[in-house]
């Protein structure tokens, strides 16, 4: 079965510069959502799309922005990078209707290294 | 405001041991989700179970099995006969019905030793 694919696996930046992560989600899953996991620490909810819509917003820095585009894949963009960034970063997605949650499948994730 | 609490931050056992991982939730909704996930040690985050809060019914699968309370507000998960290629993080985690976002317990490293 098909997964969320994320690119690219590994990003080393230095500090102050951006990066740009993709995320593609599983087919016909209508909702993304980002999620920053920090050394040692459980997964922070950044943001999520549904019908490329930003439906909630969470601890996300305002160096940081994303979307999602009309074939259902979303870009995070980060910006003036710092040494706290340094992160794995999931996508996940779901199929999301009638306001129901379902299950949220996830991406291998990307590792940024902030240098 | 939702929060999950997982105590043990780590657990070891020799491998044919059992193990079971405690997770405890705060939320305000009458309908919510509860899931668990599994990180191995090369750190993607795989599903392994979600439960609504209007479903009590225990559930196993395999080795696998889970306790959901909502008397105690308690989602426990219990490995049967462990394995070394069970040594993970397990994860437990909480959404809304209508809000989606997961908000994650601390997590509880299970090192199963041969």
């Known amino acids: 079965a098909a997964g969320v694919i994320q690119s690219p696996r590994h990003l080393i930046k230095e500090k102050r510069e951006t990066a740009t992560l993709k995320c593609y989600p599983i087919?016909?899953?209508?909702?993304v959502y980002w999620y920053q996991q920090g050394p040692g620490q459980d997964p922070q909810f950044l943001i999520s799309?549904?019908?490329?819509?930003?439906?909630d917003k969470g601890s996300i820095p305002d160096r940081f922005s994303a979307q999602q585009f009309s074939d259902y894949h979303s870009e995070l963009n980060m910006s003036s990078l710092e040494l706290g960034d340094s992160a794995l970063y999931f996508c996940?997605?779901?199929?999301?209707?009638?306001?129901?949650?379902?299950?949220?499948?996830f991406g291998p994730g990307t590792r940024l290294t902030v240098l | 405001a939702q929060k999950v609490t997982q105590a043990q931050t780590e657990i070891s056992v020799v491998e044919k041991e059992d193990v079971t991982l405690d997770c405890v939730y705060e939320?305000?909704?009458?309908?919510?989700?509860l899931f668990w996930y599994k990180q191995p040690p090369s750190g993607e985050l795989v599903f392994l179970i979600r439960?609504?809060?209007?479903?009590?019914q225990n559930e196993i699968s395999g080795r696998y099995s889970w306790n959901f309370q909502k008397s105690t507000s308690s989602f426990n998960f219990t490995i049967t006969a462990s394995q070394v290629v069970d040594s993970a993080v397990y994860f437990c985690?909480?959404?809304?019905?209508?809000?989606?976002?997961?908000?994650f317990g601390g997590g509880t490293r299970v090192l199963v030793k041969p």
């Open positions: 939320t305000r909704d009458t309908t919510y989700y």
């Open positions: 799309f549904y019908e490329k819509m930003q439906s």
């Open positions: 439960r609504n809060s209007f479903d009590e």
């Open positions: 087919p016909r899953h209508d909702t």
């Open positions: 996940a997605s779901s199929i999301t209707s009638e306001g129901d949650t379902d299950t949220q499948y």
């Open positions: 985690a909480l959404a809304k019905a209508a809000g989606n976002k997961l908000t």
